[in-house]
């Protein structure tokens, strides 16, 4: 099966203050076990799984140790960087060949090796965007999972429902630092099942986007 996440795309474009752009695609979020959180415990502990197996794949390999991994729903979310093509496409073969692993969005980018005051930045927003989070009263914070990347956000999760979906997206963008906010947060249809987020804003087409899954 070949999926391209470019046409998961930019589903909401909301108007900001920061003048940040928001994009929300569909997918999901987060691999710590939290009983409070929408996933079931059960679907928790599987993306801890498939994440823990992804990790140590990466880890194997020497030269994908700036890749950073979260999982849920069994979406895969590769981010950080490498050196080559060769390794971006490396990194997300990897992650597929691991079972439970139903999709992967592939947003590693192509750079030298970064240094600690890049990676420190990263995570002060990441704590500003959680606290932002946490301050919500129209998001559980604990259905999102943060990963930042060059001022770029990405969240992560299975939300109770789109208006808090796109909230929290609305609320990362806030953040001081935030470059931009991606979205890979999904929802429950009424057969209890995780789906991607459907909007009626058309996805943009994204070139860069690398095409994924098996046989691909």
Known sequence: MTKRFANLGLIALLPLVTGCATAVVGAAGATAVTATQ??????????????????TKLLAN??????????????????GRVQTPELR???????WSVKRATDVANEIRIESPGGFFANASDEIISARVRARLLGSSNVKASNFNVETYGGTVYLLGVASSAAELEKAAEEASYAGGVQQVVSYVRLRNARGQIVPYQSSTPAPENPNELLGGPGS
Do not use: H, P, T
Request: charged share 25%; proline share 0%.
């Open 62 to 79: 020497g030269s994908l140790g700036e890749v950073d991994v979260e999982v849920a729903g069994g979406l895969v979310l590769l981010s």
């Open 38 to 55: 929408e996933r079931s415990f059960g679907e928790a502990v599987d993306d801890a799984s498939v994440s823990n197996q992804v990790k």
């Open 89 to 95: 496409l490396k990194a997300e073969s990897l992650a």
